[in-house]
Structures are given as structure tokens and as C-alpha cells.
């Protein structure tokens, strides 16, 4: 498997299982990607997974950006009883986390020899 082929795959598993555990423990459906993610986490597991689990903040991100996405409609409302949260805490949080993560990775992926 490539390296990038890994890290997307790593990130992919984070998502899975953060949403299963988050979602799972409200008692919605998400528990049922538990699963899911287990298998992943089993199948890169297996081969080296040193930087590319750095993939797992990647991962994080991702689901912080689909926060902000959900709530891109949510405007200033005078009573301060708003639903939803404001998306551009999410946004920041999703771009620290991406950059982070991508630049550790070409960092550490730089600095490591193949096997």
C-alpha cells in the first residue's frame, strides 16, 4: 500500500471510530460503525504504521470541517438561544489540525527512510 494510500486510510479510521464512539454513546446509530472502524484500525495495523498514523489528526479535522459545514447557515439571533454553534471556531480547528498534521507528516515521511 502507498504511503498516501496509508495516511488517508489512517485518517478514514479516525473519523469512523470518533464518530462510532460519539454517536454511539447518544444512543444513535453510530454505534454500529464501530465495527467498521475496529476492521480498519486491524487492517493498518498490520504493516508499519509509523508516520502514517499522523493520518488520525487529518482525520479529526475532517469531522470539525463537517461541523462547521452543518453549521454554515447559523446566524446571529437577538436572544442568544440560537441552535446549532458557530461554525468559524470549527473552521480554525479543522485548519490547525489539517496543517498540523499534513506538514508533520512531510516533515517525518522526509526524514525516514523507506523499508
Known sequence: MKPLARFVGWAATAAVLVIGVIDGAAGGPGLFLLPFGIVLLIILGRDRVWPD?????SGVGALC???????RDRG???????PGVAP???LLSDALL???SIAAYIVVRGRTTTV
Do not use: D, I, K, R
Open 53 to 57: 498514523v499522523l493520518g488520525t489528526v
Open 65 to 71: 470541517l463537517l461541523v462547521a459545514y452543518f453549521n
Open 76 to 82: 446571529t439571533c437577538a436572544s442568544g438561544a440560537c
Open 88 to 90: 468559524a471556531p470549527w
Open 98 to 100: 489539517l496543517a498540523c
